[in-house]
């Protein structure tokens, strides 16, 4: 038997409870709460599965458009792609695990991610990912780059499922907390997706999936708190990824799916049984009773409190109609994995488990689920940048060019795409190293656009415009491929919520990300919020990070950054101030890190984009790429590296050239065409501001007046970077 | 041509070889679970890309051991075509029906890409398509790709022209191994060559919508061969 433990406020406070919560469990229930019973609190009323600090902020997101099929709230977002199709997207992070051990903490993070997708009755299409490190030098960053990468890939590839996008970028303010963020992109038919509200009393509660170790115990409790020395203890905090069960554990729920069995499924995460089924009950207003001997386990003597935290991987609660038990089971017998019939759904609108015959647990949900504390911290406003001043004039926009195109930020991320498969299932149209993937609809013309975007830099600086901006890069991205952006997931890092200048940063975005859902059309259909990434006081840049879905209606009609051809004309569209405060010429060529960053003029968003993607579809545009990180510059030679030809450009007169060159003015586009009269008529009759720049062909790439340089050197120096960090010796 | 997929769990390209066989040849491909211990009647058994059993303990040594896996054996015998790629191709060698084996690729990561491959032999009934020397732009994505076997083995294999494709450069020439395999082989026959053993993945080089389709000329290939 195990030994009773002593419940007070100093467990609570273990648990991760402030002694005003603990008061408040204490006054709810009447009477001390049980081990168990305690650690299901903290678990619930857990930053990570409460959303106690970012409730309140969370609500401003417009979350609504005609095409919103499931909005936040369940385990993912949903929207309509025609054909009766949605697609059923999130994006979460695991941050904190994936810090302590990089490989299992990646890989349980896309495996988390996959199972909310196909929990919604939605096949896995397409995974994408974003990563954010320390500074390339610091002792820990390799390590923690090779094994965040292989373990999304070791998950990803073994599931068949292509990893077609993301972004990776370092700063040294994630040196003590790498973000890892993760994001699936499922389908799904419009009238079998399926939710996690439990209903019908007496219906039967099913176990699925692998069995419960002592694995992952209070993962969502660590994952609560920042950071201090010896965070490499809580390692036995981290789950340990199975992506073969979880394969299997995907085509045996596809396939019951496929029948009417199913009345509300939830997938296991982040604070295991506990969570999965406080919320199912919580949200179909009824109780929920387990048996917890019934439950599949892997260790012997498991406590209440041990089955109940467990965050063990690859597992599923389900609520069945009565009598297709012994239906469900034959399917999961098939694929060899654990079926239980662990308990059913009551009117009493408690959680009661009964371990060894006896009541061990007995709570009622709502409290637990629903009432969890609200706080409305203070938020203290971030500070408005200084302006920049006037900045010298570069020695050499060459090589100027060359330090920003082998800096790890822009350096080509080819070292970490290539350990992903990111072409099983057969319907990747556009690989990754593009503004968005592209991946089409299985038997059809259509696709969707997929990215995931962030300037975490413009979010310290300036949270509002950063915010506004993330969204505006990702709808972005979207168009330069000539989709249609549709909705995005959001994934918000950020530092200590219980500091006000960390609750102003994230207050902030918010508000930007407001601003630009709105003017862009493009809803929040689902997310999540990781905050106390912060080691000892000091938290990382305000990470919002954005993931988008949008449609090509026909494949025909979409387009890559690569110049292919010789003699198209080259058309930048939007305008451009030479806006240099916060860009990346700045840090990797000047050496500083100020100024406020690029303004976002979301009506010119709108416009612009509207206009590039009819004439993306009007089929008068043969290459387009987004303007974003290094400018103009960049933008060109990436486009040229990517397709083997070259591209001559002059400067418009008395244009200063490091402004014009290098600066990160939101809202452009650089496009090529055979038709630059067309083009440009159609842009100006839109309005929208537009230049012709030069064209494409040769083997170089040539700025008049300042410089020449081979392609073949281009790519040389962006494809060594990441290759040379990773090869390097002693870190 | 018929078609059988064989379906192991763990298996992940099965509808995209499925899918590159219907449009070769008209016909979808039954699907067979692993632990079926029969077959139906078919021209070519295919083996799909994947992660069986997790590649747990070594790629492809679980699934060798399948029920299925003795009627593939007897078919094979019987001359019946199979076709093997990436894990099928593990899971065959694993299976004693290709010679060699499938270490870890020199690199020690997995790699996904496409890598240029040379048609050894235009004779045989999954390469009739192709040129001798033709060179393929084919997707590759897996781990465990390096192709061992000892000398005099290697030595029969192209003795007896049973090498199907090798790694190279875009130009043909030879120079550009990604996984460290011996003698740049990336697919070889068994000695009646009606057995095909190959890592990367022509399945994923047969659609125009999605890349080249430098692979469909294999399925081509099978289809008139197999009619």
Not at chain 1, 517 to 545: I, K, M
Not at chain 2, 58 to 73: L, Q, T, Y
């Amino acid at each position: 038997m195990a030994r009773e433990v002593r419940v007070d406020q100093a467990l609570a406070a273990e648990y991760g409870l402030k002694p005003d919560e603990y008061a408040r469990i204490l006054t709810l229930l009447g009477r001390t709460p049980n081990q168990a019973e305690l650690g299901m609190f903290s678990a619930m009323w857990s930053e990570h599965c409460s959303y106690k600090s970012s409730r309140k902020w969370l609500r401003r997101l417009p979350t609504q458009a005609p095409w919103v099929v499931q909005g936040p709230g369940e385990n993912a977002g949903a929207i309509d792609i025609g054909g009766g199709l949605a697609a059923v997207f999130k994006m979460e992070s695991h941050n904190h695990p994936s810090f302590i051990e990089p490989y299992q903490g990646a890989a349980t993070g896309v495996g988390g991610i996959l199972r909310d997708v196909f929990t919604m009755g939605a096949r896995p299409i397409a995974n994408l990912n974003a990563l954010r490190f320390g500074a390339p030098d610091h002792p820990k960053t390799k390590h923690l780059v090779g094994g965040v990468v292989a373990g999304i890939g070791g998950y990803g590839n073994c599931m068949g499922i292509p990893t077609v996008a993301g972004e990776c970028t370092f700063h040294p303010a994630y040196n003590g907390n790498i973000l890892v963020n993760a994001m699936t992109v499922g389908l799904a038919r419009i009238d079998r997706i399926f939710r996690s509200a439990a209903a019908g009393i007496g219906n039967p509660v099913v176990y699925v999936g692998s069995k419960t170790g002592r694995d992952g115990i209070h993962g969502a409790t660590m994952a609560s708190a920042e950071f201090g020395e010896g965070s490499e203890e809580k390692r036995p905090t981290v789950q340990v990824g199975d992506p073969f069960t979880e394969k299997l554990l995907l085509e045996a729920c596809l396939e019951l799916m496929a029948s009417d069995a199913i009345v509300a499924i939830q997938d296991m995460g982040a604070a295991g049984l506990t969570s999965s089924s406080c919320e199912m009950a919580g949200k179909g207003g009824v109780g929920i009773e387990l048996d917890l001997d019934r439950v599949p386990c892997r260790e012997t003597a498991m406590t209440a409190y041990e089955i109940m935290l467990s965050e063990s991987q690859e597992r599923m609660l389900m609520v069945l109609k009565a009598g297709r038990e012994d239906a469900a089971r034959r399917v999961f017998e098939k694929w060899e994995l654990d079926f239980a019939v662990i308990g059913r759904i009551t009117d009493s609108g408690k959680v009661v488990c009964r371990k060894d015959g006896k009541v061990a647990v007995d709570l009622p949900v709502g409290p637990l689920a629903d009432e969890a504390p609200l706080y409305d911290r203070p938020t203290k406003p971030t500070p408005k940048a200084k302006p920049l001043g006037k900045l010298p004039a570069p020695r050499s926009v060459g090589d100027a060019l060359k330090t920003l195109l082998a800096c790890p930020d822009l350096a080509s991320k080819r070292w970490i795409w290539e350990q992903y498969d990111h072409l099983v299932m057969g319907n990747t149209v556009q690989r990754p190293g593009g503004d968005a993937a592209v991946v089409r609809l299985p038997g059809s013309r259509k696709a969707l656009a997929l990215t995931t975007d962030c300037t975490p830099r413009y979010c310290q600086a300036e949270p509002e415009a950063g915010g506004a901006q993330a969204v505006a890069e990702c709808w972005r991205n979207l168009t330069a491929v000539g989709a249609r952006p549709l909705a995005i997931t959001d994934c918000l890092n950020f530092g200590n919520p219980e500091r006000p200048e960390i609750m102003g940063q994230f207050a902030g975005c918010i508000e930007g990300m407001r601003a630009a859902c709105l003017a862009l059309d493009f809803p929040v259909v689902s997310g999540n919020v990781s905050l106390y990434n912060e080691t000892s006081g000091r938290g990382v840049l305000p990470t919002p990070q954005i993931g988008g879905v949008g449609v090509l209606d026909d494949l025909t009609f979409g387009v890559g950054l690569a110049l292919r051809q010789p003699d198209l004309a080259l058309i930048l569209v939007g305008e451009t101030k030479g806006h240099l405060g916060q860009s990346l010429y700045l840090r990797e060529v000047l050496g500083r890190e100020d100024g406020p960053p690029p303004p976002v003029d979301l009506a010119a968003e709108r416009r612009n984009g509207d206009t590039v993607r009819a004439l993306i579809r009007a089929g008068m545009v043969e290459a387009c790429h987004d303007l974003s990180d290094g400018g103009l510059l960049v933008a060109l030679a990436e486009m040229a590296m990517a397709g083997g030809q070259g591209a001559r450009i002059a400067l418009p007169k008395g244009a200063s050239p490091h402004a014009f060159l290098f600066g990160e003015d939101q809202a452009r586009y650089l496009i090529a065409t055979s038709d630059p009269v067309g083009t440009l008529s159609v842009l100006r009759a839109k309005d929208v501001s537009a230049q012709a720049l030069g064209e494409s062909g040769g083997r170089t790439l040539t700025v008049e007046g300042h410089c020449t340089i081979s392609i073949a050197e281009l790519r040389a120096l962006h494809e060594s970077t990441l290759p040379a960090l990773m090869a390097a010796p002693g870190r | 041509m018929k078609a059988a997929v064989v379906i192991f769990p763990g298996s992940n390209r099965e509808h995209d070889i499925a899918a590159a066989l219907e449009a070769s040849s008209g016909r979808k491909p039954v699907f067979v679970w692993h632990g079926e211990a029969e077959i139906p009647p078919v021209d070519l058994i295919v083996l799909p890309g994947g992660f069986s059993h997790g590649d747990y303990l070594r790629c492809g040594a679980m699934a060798a051991h399948s029920p299925v896996m003795r009627a593939v054996k007897t078919r094979a015998e019987q001359g019946v075509a199979v076709l093997g790629v990436c894990n099928g191709f593990q899971i065959l060698t694993e299976a004693g029906l290709l010679p060699g084996a499938l270490l870890v690729n020199a690199g020690r990561k997995f790699i996904c890409r496409n890598v240029n491959l040379r048609v050894e032999t235009s004779q045989s009934l999954f390469t009739n398509r192709y040129e001798r020397d033709q060179v393929l732009s084919v997707p590759m994505a897996h781990n465990e790709g390096n192709y061992v076997a000892d000398g005099d083995e290697l030595d029969r294999l192209e003795g007896e022209g049973l090498v199907a494709f090798r790694y190279c450069r875009a130009d043909g020439g030879t120079g550009d191994n990604p996984n460290g395999s011996a003698r740049d082989i990336a697919g070889v026959f068994n000695r009646s060559k009606t057995v095909l053993g190959m890592m990367p993945h022509p399945e994923n080089a047969s659609d125009p919508a999605v890349g080249s389709i430098d692979g469909k000329g294999l399925f081509d290939s099978l289809a008139a061969a197999l009619k």
